[in-house]
């Protein structure tokens, strides 16, 4: 789930086929140019931090498990009881929050970019983000992995992407054709990191290899490895070879999203999980392996796919939730009301239930049938969980874009404080924000109102290690307000030095 709707970047991939090919022109700076970008990124760093300062001294004055039906062996601790978050009785309660209400300060950190990418892929592509506790991570599935460190000054590449593509500039459209996906080179799927340790596949499709790699961005480990160069320019992944990788690609109706992301427990442990239409075949939705590969828990799938044969399927919620907090990795099967922690290779603890009544949708069969209503339904659609709060926004009704046009799709989002025990919301039956020229409904803006310094709105979109929740804007995305940052003049200086392409975090303490 990643990642914050309403700042999304949203482009258009077109199966038509083409040959043209985009090569990457690798740049590198003269030392005088990368001392210069040094000192104006130290400059901005410390801009930024005494405006922080001069902010916060300002601001002083229907039950669980109810589709998966985990095997005896793999059970967790039958005295263990999850949260059940009863979501329609707490739609009675819509409460005005702002950010003062919720957090004591926002840090900012800019992120600025080599200036050797593609700027149109820039444009088209956000960047995700992980903070770890010696890190800030960027990862896109075109450029690769960036290293950064906590105070947003570039590291290195870990992983640079050999990624075609043809681009229209006239149609602000990008075009990647089934030969262009055949010639990729570089990191895919989702990055995951284990405090300081990143973990992300690398994948050579001309040489049908893939890979499971880990890099260790700790202090110590990084002072080993000062001779490596800091651009990776041979497309060649940096860091330590785990276990090789399966990259074919399946084929076949029912094994469109039949594909699997491995997610590391702990070092020696992992799982993977399927997408939906992959389920019905393997009969479970996740299972966990040792570094190996060798199968240790299979966790049954009581709701797979049974008997479609629909040419057309929606893709709603298809890969559930998946993230990792305070240690532990988190999940929640696709269609499922029930997040659990995982807590050791053959244990699943339940602990949050999404209780949305008859509004719930009821199996994986309604989710993805097309001829299924789901005018009436609610879908979870982000959950972020912070180390006081739990995030997360639903719709009712399936956010496309006929829906969105007929006025049929409407955006709520609530909040869980977990020490008050407390489920509100924020606002319930919201229409949805389109942007102009894009037809995907985004949730709509305005959600936590920052009444700290006056910058931009705030929701989360992911958690640092420590449990601080942030969100990362491109420098594009933040509305040119002359009412933002009113009384804090030199942040709207700071920003104004970066490029457009650039990314500012927020994370709130």
Not at 257 to 275: F, M, Q, T, V
């Amino acid at each position: 789930m990643c990642g914050l709707d309403h700042y999304q970047s949203y482009f258009f991939m077109s199966k038509i086929s083409t040959f043209l090919c985009f090569v990457y022109l690798i740049t590198f700076f003269q030392c005088q140019q990368k001392n210069q970008l040094a000192q104006n990124e130290t400059a901005l760093i410390n801009e930024l931090a005494a405006a922080e300062e001069i902010n916060v001294a300002q601001q002083i004055t229907s039950g669980p498990n109810k589709y998966l039906d985990i095997p005896e062996e793999s059970r967790s601790d039958p005295g263990s009881s999850p949260i059940v978050l009863d979501i329609i009785s707490a739609r009675s309660d819509v409460r005005d929050k702002k950010l003062t209400d919720l957090f004591s300060k926002i840090r900012y950190i800019p992120i600025r970019f080599n200036e050797s990418l593609d700027t149109f892929l820039l444009k088209h592509f956000r960047f995700d983000f992980l903070i770890t506790p010696n890190s800030i991570i960027a990862t896109n599935e075109a450029f690769g992995i960036t290293h950064f460190d906590t105070n947003g000054h570039f590291v290195k590449q870990i992983a640079k992407n050999k990624y075609h593509y043809t681009a229209y500039p006239e149609g602000n459209t990008l075009m990647v054709s089934p030969e262009d996906r055949n010639e990729f080179i570089g990191s895919k799927q989702s990055v995951h990191a284990l405090e300081d340790h990143i973990y992300y596949e690398f994948h050579n499709a001309p040489a049908q290899v893939g890979k499971m790699m880990e890099y260790n961005v700790s202090p110590t480990a990084l002072s080993a490895t000062t001779l490596q160069p800091l651009e990776n320019s041979q497309y060649i992944p940096i860091g330590l070879e785990l276990f090789d990788m399966d990259i074919e690609e399946k084929k076949g109706k029912l094994q469109r999203l039949a594909i699997k992301d491995r997610i590391p427990i702990n070092r020696e442990n992992w799982i993977s999980r399927y997408g939906v239409l992959g389920s019905s075949e393997t009969g479970s939705f996740i299972f966990s392996t040792d570094i190996n590969g060798d199968t240790l828990t299979k966790f049954t799938d009581n709701d797979p796919v049974r008997h479609f044969s629909g040419s057309l399927y929606r893709s709603i919620d298809s890969q559930g939730t998946q993230y990792y907090y305070n240690g532990q990795q988190h999940i929640r099967q696709a269609h499922n009301d029930t997040i659990y922690i995982i807590t050791g290779s053959n244990k699943l603890s339940p602990k949050y239930v999404l209780d949305f009544g008859e509004k719930g949708i009821r199996s994986t069969m309604e989710g993805i049938d097309p001829k299924m209503s789901l005018a009436d339904k609610f879908i979870p659609t982000q959950i972020v969980e912070s180390a006081k709060y739990l995030f997360m926004i639903y719709t009712q009704n399936n956010a496309n874009p006929n829906n969105a046009k007929k006025g049929t799709v409407f955006y709520n989002a609530c909040i869980f404080d977990k020490a008050k025990d407390e489920l509100y919301h924020l606002y319930i039956d919201k229409p949805p924000f389109v942007p102009i020229g894009r037809s995907w409904p985004q949730n709509p803006s305005g959600f936590l109102e920052n009444n700290y310094d006056n910058g931009p709105d705030f929701w989360p979109e992911k958690v640092a290690h420590d449990g601080m929740p942030f969100m990362s804007l491109k420098i594009s995305e933040i509305p040119q307000n002359q009412n933002l940052w009113k009384g804090h003049e030199a942040m709207n200086d700071n920003i104004n030095k970066m490029k457009k392409t650039d990314y500012l975090l927020m994370i709130a303490q």
